[in-house]
């Protein structure tokens, strides 16, 4: 939370990618000395603000009491629509204070005085007796209905993107440079492009719970003006986010996977499975296209700073539409052989595997329908050029944050960066639910272990899917089409989650106690599918845990090294590149497509 004065967000509070806050019911409330009562003098509304950059002075602001109500309400004016921003004021006795939230954070203003200064209450009034719905928060992108005043509903409403980015996909022989261009959304821009909101058949529009954050809105849409005849009478969705500014765009990664998919011929039949991306668009918070307030604030700290991006797609389905067995072996084979293909031809991994992201469609193309599983939201996925088997550098220097601290110490923003990513995965170990590394309930095991947090490898993406398609089995209702929870899983303390599903892999009896919830008709995918894939988990959660030790032996044979040539060293070297050999060779994309061949529907 932000004062305009002196304060800031802590940095143990940094924001940790959540799409799923929760608040913490029992925190302890802690009692604020009484402000100062002396009234300050009336300020012109023409005055400068403080030529400060916030989020970088000292000491975080403790919401209290009344304040922690009024975020909560801020909080869930932002959970519900399409909003950019909320905003409120606090009358305590004679002090009003107002309130503004966006996915950068909180800025609560000083106190006034609503009698001896009047004129800003006056202004209060009149700003929410003819503030308009955009003044208001709601998405500056989405246009009311010609005569429409106040918003009612999004039904009809116009969704105007100024500036987009195409990407049907380019020749296969595209000159290196025009690949580039393509991959950065540089090779063009049309005009802009109108999307009408279509809330029909029970079409809604799905907000991601919480403040801080990604924020991600899900709005379906039809195609209007500038959007092609090609997308005329397709059901589409826009997503809009607010990342990071300094994360990769998902749209680029989108046109990396699907530009190389394509060019790859035997991972072109596999593009169907890849989320298809129509139209992104982009900008800064403080961008002139969305008029946010932040434009007529301080600079925030280029840490916390986020950006404005839109992309546009086809509607898929969520997992619990399947309607059988063989429809849910079917998606999760599409999109396993679909992830595996974007690894072989662009080293690119999801990292996020989850339930929410493993999605279908159901094509009725030829004489019998089908699902097809696609594979979405690629926000944060990340290059991985290796497999993990190779001992190199980072070895060491993750037994020593403060060596490669030192490592990368430096004014270039690429020495920044990595320096900051170490940084924020060290701030999100801990944390509950989301990070920029997974979905607890659905992580592999390795990276819910205590101590450093290892690279994400293919390997661990391969683990998720297993993870979501247990979870499945045993939460889904087929008769109503929904899901619960397995409350272990969804623990807001990381190391319990791991803790749980290793005892699922290695104890009978829990694994029993859990599947006793599975739907009869789901029983013959538990005992063929998932009993040889827990097999094969349950050994490579072995070998991972002799890796970690061999790597202890690694890091002391460095300790007590009498040179670079130490045969000491170089033994432990060996030891280590075959212990992570092994552990690869156990989780494996042909393993997952053999124990999904058990199953014959």
Same mark, same amino acid.
């Given at each position: 939370?932000?004062?305009?004065? #002196?304060?800031?967000?802590?940095?143990?509070?940094?924001?940790?990618?959540?799409?799923?806050?929760?608040?913490?019911? $029992?925190?302890?409330?802690?009692?604020?000395?009484?402000?100062?009562?002396?009234?300050?003098?009336?300020?012109?509304?023409?005055?400068?603000?403080?030529?400060?950059?916030?989020?970088?002075?000292?000491?975080?602001?403790?919401?209290?009491?009344?304040?922690?109500?009024?975020?909560?309400?801020?909080?869930?004016?932002?959970?519900?629509?399409?909003?950019?921003?909320?905003?409120?004021?606090?009358?305590?006795?004679?002090?009003?204070?107002?309130?503004?939230?966006?996915?950068?954070?909180?800025?609560?203003?000083?106190?006034?005085?609503?009698?001896?200064?009047?004129?800003?209450?006056?202004?209060?009034?009149?700003?929410?007796?003819?503030?308009?719905?955009?003044?208001?928060?709601?998405?500056?992108?989405?246009?009311?209905?010609?005569?429409?005043?106040?918003?009612?509903?999004?039904?009809?409403?116009?969704?105007?993107?100024?500036?987009?980015?195409?990407?049907?996909?380019?020749?296969?022989?595209?000159?290196?440079?025009?690949?580039?261009?393509?991959?950065?959304?540089?090779?063009?821009?049309?005009?802009?492009?109108?999307?009408?909101?279509?809330?029909?058949?029970?079409?809604?529009?799905?907000?991601?719970?919480?403040?801080?954050?990604?924020?991600?809105?899900?709005?379906?849409?039809?195609?209007?003006?500038?959007?092609?005849?090609?997308?005329?009478?397709?059901?589409?969705?826009?997503?809009?986010?607010?990342?990071?500014?300094?994360?990769?765009?998902?749209?680029?990664?989108?046109?990396?996977?699907?530009?190389?998919?394509?060019?790859?011929?035997?991972?072109?039949?596999?593009?169907?499975?890849?989320?298809?991306?129509?139209?992104?668009?982009?900008?800064?918070?403080?961008?002139?296209?969305?008029?946010?307030?932040?434009?007529?604030?301080?600079?925030?700290?280029?840490?916390?700073?986020?950006?404005?991006?839109?992309?546009?797609?086809?509607?898929?389905?969520?997992?619990?539409?399947?309607?059988?067995?063989?429809?849910?072996?079917?998606?999760?084979?599409?999109?396993?052989?679909?992830?595996?293909?974007?690894? #072989?031809?662009?080293?690119?991994?999801?990292?996020?595997?989850?339930?929410?992201?493993?999605?279908?469609?159901?094509?009725?193309?030829?004489?019998?329908?089908?699902?097809?599983?696609?594979?979405?939201?690629?926000?944060?996925?990340?290059?991985?050029?290796?497999?993990?088997?190779?001992?190199?550098?980072?070895?060491?220097?993750?037994?020593?944050?403060?060596?490669?601290?030192?490592?990368?110490?430096?004014?270039?923003?690429?020495?920044?960066?990595?320096?900051?990513?170490?940084?924020?995965?060290?701030?999100?170990?801990?944390?509950?639910?989301?990070?920029?590394?997974?979905?607890?309930?659905?992580?592999?095991?390795?990276?819910?272990?205590?101590?450093?947090?290892?690279?994400?490898?293919?390997?661990?993406?391969?683990?998720?899917?297993?993870?979501?398609?247990?979870?499945?089995?045993?939460?889904? $209702?087929?008769?109503?089409?929904?899901?619960?929870?397995?409350?272990?899983?969804?623990?807001?303390?990381?190391?319990?989650?791991?803790?749980?599903?290793?005892?699922?892999?290695?104890?009978?009896?829990?694994?029993?106690?859990?599947?006793?919830?599975?739907?009869?008709?789901?029983?013959?995918?538990?005992?063929?599918?998932?009993?040889?894939?827990?097999?094969?988990?349950?050994?490579?959660?072995?070998?991972?845990?002799?890796?970690?030790?061999?790597?202890?032996?690694?890091?002391?044979?460095?300790?007590?090294?009498?040179?670079?040539?130490?045969?000491?060293?170089?033994?432990?070297?060996?030891?280590?590149?075959?212990?992570?050999?092994?552990?690869?060779?156990?989780?494996?994309?042909?393993?997952?497509?053999?124990?999904?061949?058990?199953?014959?529907?």
């Amino acid at each position: 939370a932000y004062r305009i004065s #002196k304060k800031r967000l802590g940095p143990d509070d940094d924001d940790d990618d959540d799409d799923d806050a929760t608040y913490e019911p $029992n925190r302890k409330k802690t009692r604020r000395t009484k402000r100062d009562s002396t009234v300050p003098a009336v300020q012109s509304t023409s005055s400068a603000l403080p030529p400060a950059t916030w989020g970088e002075e000292e000491g975080p602001a403790e919401l209290t009491g009344n304040e922690l109500q009024m975020s909560k309400y801020l909080n869930d004016m932002l959970s519900h629509g399409a909003r950019t921003f909320a905003s409120g004021f606090l009358l305590q006795e004679c002090g009003m204070t107002l309130w503004y939230a966006d996915r950068m954070g909180l800025v609560v203003s000083e106190s006034f005085d609503i009698f001896m200064q009047s004129p800003l209450f006056l202004l209060v009034v009149a700003a929410h007796h003819y503030g308009q719905p955009h003044e208001f928060g709601l998405n500056p992108l989405i246009s009311l209905p010609d005569g429409t005043p106040h918003l009612l509903t999004y039904e009809n409403t116009i969704l105007r993107l100024p500036a987009t980015i195409p990407a049907t996909l380019p020749p296969i022989d595209i000159s290196p440079d025009a690949a580039s261009a393509f991959d950065e959304g540089a090779a063009e821009v049309v005009q802009p492009v109108e999307l009408r909101v279509d809330l029909s058949d029970g079409r809604q529009i799905l907000t991601a719970y919480g403040t801080i954050g990604r924020g991600t809105s899900v709005i379906p849409v039809v195609a209007g003006a500038g959007a092609g005849a090609h997308l005329d009478g397709q059901r589409l969705v826009a997503k809009i986010a607010c990342p990071h500014e300094i994360r990769a765009a998902e749209d680029r990664f989108i046109r990396i996977i699907r530009r190389k998919m394509n060019a790859d011929n035997h991972a072109r039949q596999y593009l169907k499975n890849i989320v298809d991306l129509k139209y992104s668009f982009s900008c800064k918070m403080d961008d002139e296209h969305i008029e946010l307030p932040r434009r007529k604030m301080p600079a925030v700290a280029d840490a916390l700073r986020r950006c404005f991006r839109v992309l546009v797609m086809p509607e898929y389905l969520l997992l619990e539409r399947i309607n059988s067995p063989a429809e849910l072996k079917q998606v999760f084979v599409d999109t396993i052989t679909g992830h595996h293909w974007v690894y #072989k031809t662009s080293s690119i991994l999801h990292r996020d595997i989850s339930h929410g992201n493993i999605m279908f469609y159901r094509d009725r193309s030829g004489a019998v329908e089908k699902v097809v599983g696609v594979l979405t939201d690629w926000d944060l996925a990340g290059e991985q050029q290796d497999d993990g088997t190779q001992v190199k550098e980072s070895d060491r220097e993750a037994e020593n944050p403060d060596a490669a601290s030192m490592r990368h110490r430096g004014g270039s923003d690429e020495a920044w960066s990595v320096k900051e990513d170490m940084v924020e995965e060290a701030r999100k170990r801990h944390k509950a639910g989301y990070y920029r590394t997974g979905t607890g309930p659905f992580m592999a095991c390795d990276l819910l272990r205590l101590g450093p947090t290892p690279r994400h490898l293919y390997r661990h993406d391969l683990e998720s899917f297993f993870w979501v398609f247990v979870w499945f089995c045993i939460v889904f $209702n087929p008769i109503e089409h929904t899901v619960s929870i397995i409350p272990a899983w969804h623990s807001s303390n990381l190391l319990n989650v791991g803790s749980a599903k290793v005892l699922f892999l290695t104890d009978t009896l829990e694994y029993n106690r859990l599947f006793a919830r599975t739907h009869a008709d789901y029983r013959p995918v538990v005992d063929t599918c998932i009993y040889r894939l827990r097999f094969g988990l349950w050994g490579a959660w072995k070998a991972s845990t002799n890796e970690r030790e061999v790597k202890e032996q690694y890091i002391l044979a460095l300790k007590h090294a009498t040179g670079p040539e130490d045969d000491f060293v170089i033994d432990a070297s060996t030891r280590l590149t075959l212990a992570r050999t092994a552990v690869r060779d156990l989780v494996t994309y042909d393993h997952f497509m053999k124990a999904f061949a058990t199953f014959l529907a």
